[in-house]
């Protein structure tokens, strides 16, 4: 494993911003910390730094202790490289020098630090611009300044807090595929954190959700959104409905009308809740069996189709809808859903 947390806790006076988190990271995943403002993604990325010390509990990187009982090995000699919101770029120095400086202060001549980091810039495609200031440079660029100082640096697992958060929407999605090369090039383990739960899915190859210092669930993208473990991770991942249902038989009475469950969830007996996502549901005949019949409530144009909602009588919660055609507010819908999710 490249990193294994096992019941890490970190408190800032009375509060805890890390409660009890234990995860195994494998070699070369790119590993998604996704979760609301507060809720202790960066604290988490500080201890596996070890900018912070752990009050309770052990990470390993590689294997060895870094942080653990009596243990704390200092950040420079973890195999880490951080990636910042801001950059953290030198503006004195020159796009080369930022990525060679490093380098030289481990020892590597000048000469082959600045040869090392014209073939990291050619990696990042940013070769016109070595001899420029930081200043001179765009937001995405200089993000890529900093992608190759960590290639540079050579470190084994690469921590991004937010890294994309100061870019425009635009070049957000422009840089999540030079991230995805990125991990692809350098094979090194990535711990990526956002509050972005669609920037997480389109990079992750396992994303945790967290909540309240805790992990609420773990698994790969199609895991967590297919099958939510809990109401808020549901809610945090996608557009959803989350409604009261009995199951019986494979199916769910959710009182207007009865669904099929998923393969996964079809044993559940009892009241419960199901998860009913758009892809979960399309329009269909008013008199067909199981149809929800409702009215449109809201629609939204999302360039080639439309996004909608629709109320249902005895729903406790509006359907979220995808649409080819245009709607109206008002218009009568008919929809079938399944097979969905349930939960506990
Ligand atoms: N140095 C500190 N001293 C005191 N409290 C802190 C410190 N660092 C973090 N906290 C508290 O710990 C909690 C978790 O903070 P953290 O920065 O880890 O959250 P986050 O999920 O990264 O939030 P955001 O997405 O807003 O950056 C917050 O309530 C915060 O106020």
């Known amino acids: 494993m490249a990193v294994s947390i096992t019941d890490a806790v970190k408190r800032f006076g009375t509060e805890t911003a890390v409660d009890g988190i234990s995860v195994e ?12 403002s507060g809720c202790g993604k960066s604290t988490l990325l500080r201890l596996i730094a070890g900018l912070e010390p752990l009050d309770g509990g052990e990470i390993r990187l590689g294997g060895a202790t870094a942080s653990g009982a009596g243990i704390h090995v200092p950040p420079e000699d973890r195999d880490v490289a951080v990636v910042f919101q801001t950059y953290a770029l030198w503006p004195h120095m020159d796009v ?10 481990d020892g590597m001549p000048r000469v082959r630090a600045r040869e090392a980091a014209q073939t990291h810039l050619q990696t990042v495609s940013l070769t016109p611009y070595a001899t420029r200031k930081p200043a001179e ?10 992608l190759a100082r960590c290639l540079a640096s050579g470190a084994r697992i690469v921590l991004m807090d937010e890294p994309l958060a100061n870019l425009d929407p635009h070049l957000r999605t422009r840089m999540e595929e030079e991230l995805a090369a990125f991990h ?3 094979g090194a383990t990535i711990i990526y954190i956002t509050h972005d739960q669609r920037e997480a899915m389109a990079l992750a190859t396992r994303i945790a959700v967290m909540e309240n210092g805790r992990f609420a669930q773990e698994g790969t993208p199609e895991e967590v959104h297919d099958r939510p473990a809990s109401e808020h991770v549901a809610r945090f991942i996608g557009q959803s409905a989350v409604l009261q249902a009995r199951f019986a038989d494979g199916l769910a009475d959710l009182g207007p009308a009865q669904v099929p ?13 199901v998860v009913i996502r758009p892809a979960d549901l399309s329009r269909t005949d008013p008199g067909s069996p199981g149809a929800l019949r409702g009215t449109v409530s809201r629609v ?10 629709a109320e249902v009588p005895g729903l406790a919660e509006p359907l979220p809808f ?4 245009p709607l109206q507010r008002g218009e009568a819908v008919s929809l079938r859903a399944g097979p969905v999710w349930a939960m506990a």
């Open 300 to 309: 939204t144009y999302r360039g080639g189709h439309w996004e909608a909602l």
């Open 322 to 325: 995808t649409c080819a055609r």
């Open 184 to 186: 692809a090039a350098s």
């Open 137 to 146: 440079l765009s937001g995405g660029q200089r993000q890529r300044v900093a």
């Open 261 to 273: 469950l998923t393969e996964a969830a079809r044993h559940r007996q009892g009241p419960g809740r």
């Open 96 to 105: 080369t020098g930022n990525v060679s400086f490093p380098l030289e202060c």
């Open 25 to 36: 990271i494998p070699e070369g995943a790119f590993f998604t910390v996704l979760g609301p």
